[in-house]
């Protein structure tokens, strides 16, 4: 296995380069809000458009400029990110009329950080070359807060001389930037991380309903678990929102919600089916996250799926 580590500075000082580089975001949710808050505060122009305007208000009050088409926003900027919830999606915003694709386009690169399956990105490289554009899919790990940082890990897939092209603006919005190879494989790499979180989710739900007879304060056994070797880094990162939750202390906050882990579940079966690969352990969780879905949870957040399992006695 090949992977290419491209050394990044990720530090608040940028060079001339990337301070004229006029970047432009498709798709405005949490994390396409949270990438545009961190270009806007290192000073780069920054222009965007979401299908509902006022998701963008935010980034707008502070400095961002608004795109009244994904075609508009293309033809205004040097590059485009493209931040979108699943693969009609990223067919609408690239392919419609007044999309991505429509206009003047020679040359320009998108770089798309969606989840989906590898076929997908594969097909927007062709889409894109048709028109004469660049394309790159770099889906990322981390969340908000990472995002805001600049602190996301990203994996490219596509042409190394479009990545070095755009390698200065993926380097002051991840840790680490991995070009994993050809179009499809960042999202296969994308699909791989997440799969031992997903599961893990089950796992912990499960391993909840064991000490659940003992009756402690869920802070407390979150800690214990959190110090534990079977510990992953996300528990100490979110186990505060997960002790919460379990203690019943209700919040609107949703960080993943279920629906989003079930498109990325179905997606990791899809490439290990394509592959020939078994995945028993993610076919599993997925059969549970279903049915949690069934009961209402799948605009809730993932840590609500610890509830559920615990309400079902563990035997859901």
Not at 3 to 8: K, V
Not at 257 to 273: C, E, F, H, W, Y
Request: hydrophobic content about 45%.
């Amino acid at each position: 296995m090949s992977l290419s580590h491209f050394p990044q500075n990720n530090g608040h000082s940028m060079g001339q380069q990337e301070t004229n580089m006029h970047v432009g975001i498709a798709g405005i949710g949490k994390m396409g809000a949270a990438i545009g808050s961190r270009l806007l505060s290192l000073g780069m122009p920054v222009t965007v458009w979401n299908r509902t305007a006022e998701r963008a208000q935010p980034l707008l009050d502070t400095g961002a400029r608004w795109a009244e088409s994904p075609k508009a926003l293309a033809e205004s900027v040097d590059v485009v990110i493209t931040v979108l919830t699943n693969e009609a999606a990223l067919d609408d915003v690239y392919g419609s009329a007044s999309g991505l694709l429509a206009g003047q386009v020679h040359d320009k690169v998108f770089i798309d950080m969606s989840t989906v399956r590898p076929a997908k990105p594969q097909e927007m490289a062709r889409r894109a070359q048709a028109v004469q554009a660049r394309f790159l899919e770099c889906p990322v790990g981390g969340s908000v807060g990472p995002a805001k940082e600049g602190k996301l890990l990203g994996f490219v897939g596509g042409d190394a001389q479009d990545l070095q092209k755009v390698q200065a603006l993926l380097d002051v919005m991840c840790r680490r930037v991995e070009h994993v190879g050809p179009h499809g494989a960042g999202a296969t790499m994308k699909l791989a991380v997440n799969l031992p979180l997903m599961v893990y989710w089950q796992t912990l739900g499960e391993a909840l309903s064991l000490v659940e007879p003992l009756g402690l304060d869920p802070q407390r056994v979150i800690d214990i678990l959190s110090e534990s070797s079977g510990g992953p880094n996300m528990l100490k990162v979110r186990g505060g929102m997960i002790a919460k939750t379990l203690s019943q202390q209700k919040s609107d906050q949703v960080t993943v919600n279920v629906a989003t882990m079930r498109k990325d579940m179905q997606a990791m079966l899809d490439l290990g089916s394509a592959t020939r690969k078994n995945l028993p352990l993610t076919a599993l969780a997925l059969q549970k996250f279903e049915a949690a879905a069934q009961s209402g949870l799948d605009a809730k957040d993932c840590s609500e799926l610890l509830v559920w399992w615990l309400s079902q006695g563990g035997r859901a």
